[in-house]
């Protein structure tokens, strides 16, 4: 899925109304019963629990009034709060007018201001993607006020006082909403870890707004669901063998961590890689010879740490960074292979990133369209900068992707893919059971096996790795939990979550 900024969210608006030749009121009433769909179906509330609905004076307040007038033709008993203003918009105030009178409507005011007993409904439309600067007076009061109940708090669109892909000032007062209702396409902001608390659980309602605007509209970021990646990954063919699907060589392991290249090793070879070799420290032989039979093992002259760079021209693809360590021979080893490589697909993880920030001058090595698989503090150690916040991290990734024609991908909740072209793609799949040790080296190895196979562009390679890997992941916690995650259960879910991306 696209997403779309606030700005060519109101021209999609726009074209859909020409498109369909149908009324702004009319899109504002699919908008609406899209939202009460949603509360009766997912929320249920009670006829008895107390329900409110904060309305702003623009077309979320808008949306706000009409879902009122459909909740009460549905037998509930809303009660409306407007926030007053010298302007309203005009779908406003065509269903403030439409509004039955049995509906209460009190004007908001600091002295007026709903009892929101705990387990008490509020939908949230102050304000949606109108909003144009941060809350103040009894906006920001309003706001403070709902945080202090224990309702529960649903918003329309956007929670009141985020902005929809621009950070805003610290302190700036925001509705924290546990659920929210956004219509057609996903926000920025609702992928950022900063804007989590405000959120809540996100929602994408489809209204039937123009597909072809849509489809036309150039964007920098996408929100990458399964439905995206559809067709992406090939079946494998009849007559295919091993050598289809690439030679892999990864270079991991130390003393001590030769765990992270065991796990990197069996998720290459559960990503469908033809071959693979690993070069390991000697003292890693005997490891993994038996944790990976299918793998071959090419150890290093040194025990405890890889000190050279084996011959490169059997590989289709070269993965480096699990379990490393950081010795100097090693760092000559990575200088080696950047010399050597200038068109080998290269996967680069972990300690092979550390490596590259603190030997800066390897950054212009990078061959072009090398993957890079950093979490946060590995990227802040590549581009030396602490960003200021996510969206400034954000312009940073795609600032260093550019600069280094390289491919980036910054992982965490909503793992972010940058590319050269300066696009960002945000992953939909994975669980807080996958921010433990080991779960990294599973994607170095699975990315490494994707771009050993020809047949996918380097793009595509990551975007298919990054979404299984997140999907291996659901598919394990759903056996084992998330905290009984393990590294090694991601592993045993790769070969059903490609399986599934075939299947579509
Ligand atoms: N996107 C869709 O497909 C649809 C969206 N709908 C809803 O419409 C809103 C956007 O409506 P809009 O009228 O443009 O903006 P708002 O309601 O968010 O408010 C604008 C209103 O408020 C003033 N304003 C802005 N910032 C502040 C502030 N900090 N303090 C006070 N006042 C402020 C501004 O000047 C305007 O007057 C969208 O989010 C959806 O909920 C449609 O219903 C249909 C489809
Ligand atoms: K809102």
């Known amino acids: 899925m696209k997403i779309l900024p606030a700005r060519q969210t109101r021209a999609l608006d726009q074209a859909t109304l020409q498109a369909q030749r149908i009324s ?186 123009d597909a072809n605007f849509i489809h036309n509209e150039p964007v920098d970021n996408y929100f990458v669901d399964a439905g995206f990646l559809r067709r992406k990954l090939p079946r494998r063919e009849k007559f295919s063998h091993k050598g289809t699907f690439g030679h892999a060589l990864l270079l991991a392991g130390s003393y001590g961590k030769m765990g992270a290249a065991v796990l990197a090793a069996q998720a290459c070879l559960r990503g469908g890689v033809g071959l693979l070799t690993v070069r390991i420290p000697a003292a890693g032989y005997d490891i993994l010879q038996i944790s990976a039979p299918e793998a071959m093992a090419l150890p290093d002259p040194a025990r405890e740490f890889l000190t050279e760079l084996p011959e490169l021209q059997p590989y289709a693809a070269v993965g480096m960074g699990p379990g490393l360590g950081q010795e100097a021979a090693t760092a000559a080893v990575l200088r080696q ?78 793992t972010a893919l940058g590319t050269p072209e300066g696009a960002v793609y945000f992953n939909s799949t994975g669980n807080p059971g996958m921010a433990s040790g080991g779960s990294g080296d599973v994607l170095t190895g699975l990315l490494l096996a994707l771009r050993a196979d020809r047949r996918l562009s380097p793009l595509d390679a990551a975007l298919l790795g990054v979404f299984a890997h997140g999907r291996a992941g659901d598919l394990a916690a759903a056996q084992t939990g998330e905290a009984g995650l393990v590294a090694s259960d991601l592993v045993r879910f790769i070969g059903p979550a490609l399986q599934e991306l075939v299947d579509g």
């Not at 009178?101 to 993607?129: H, K, N, R, Y």
């Not at 503090?377 to 960003?387: D, N, V, Y």
């Open 337 to 414: 292979l950047l010399h050597r490589t200038p068109h080998l697909p290269l996967v680069l993880d972990a300690d092979a990133l550390n490596l590259l920030a603190t030997h800066r001058d390897l950054l212009a090595l990078l061959p072009p369209d090398s993957l890079l698989t950093p979490h946060p503090k590995e990227f802040e150690r590549l581009t030396g900068e602490p960003a200021r916040d996510d969206y400034h991290r954000l312009e940073q990734l795609r600032a260093f992707c550019g600069q280094h024609r390289c491919y980036c991908v910054l992982k965490g909740a909503y």
């Open 24 to 209: 702004s009121d009319a899109l504002m009433e699919r908008a609406a019963t899209a939202c009460t769909t949603w509360l009766l179906d997912e929320l249920q509330p009670a006829f008895t629990t107390p329900l409110h609905i904060l309305c702003g004076p623009g077309n979320n307040g808008g949306d706000g009034l009409a879902i009122a007038r459909q909740l009460h033709a549905a037998g509930y008993s809303p009660q409306i709060w407007l926030l007053p203003s010298d302007r309203y918009s005009s779908d406003f105030l065509l269903n403030r007018q439409r509004l039955p009178p049995q509906v209460p409507c009190t004007e908001l005011s600091a002295d007026s201001l709903p009892a929101l007993p705990a387990g008490a409904v509020v939908l949230d439309a102050l304000f949606g993607t109108g909003l144009s600067r941060p809350l103040q007076g009894l906006a920001a009061r309003v706001v403070q006020h709902l945080s202090q109940s224990g309702a529960v708090v649903v918003a329309i669109d956007v929670p009141s006082g985020l902005f929809a892909d621009a950070p805003q000032p610290a302190d700036s007062a925001v509705v924290r909403a546990r659920y929210t209702l956004s219509f057609e396409l996903p926000k920025l902001a609702f992928l950022l870890p900063q804007n989590a608390a405000f959120v809540g659980e996100w929602t994408v309602l489809p209204i039937g707004l």
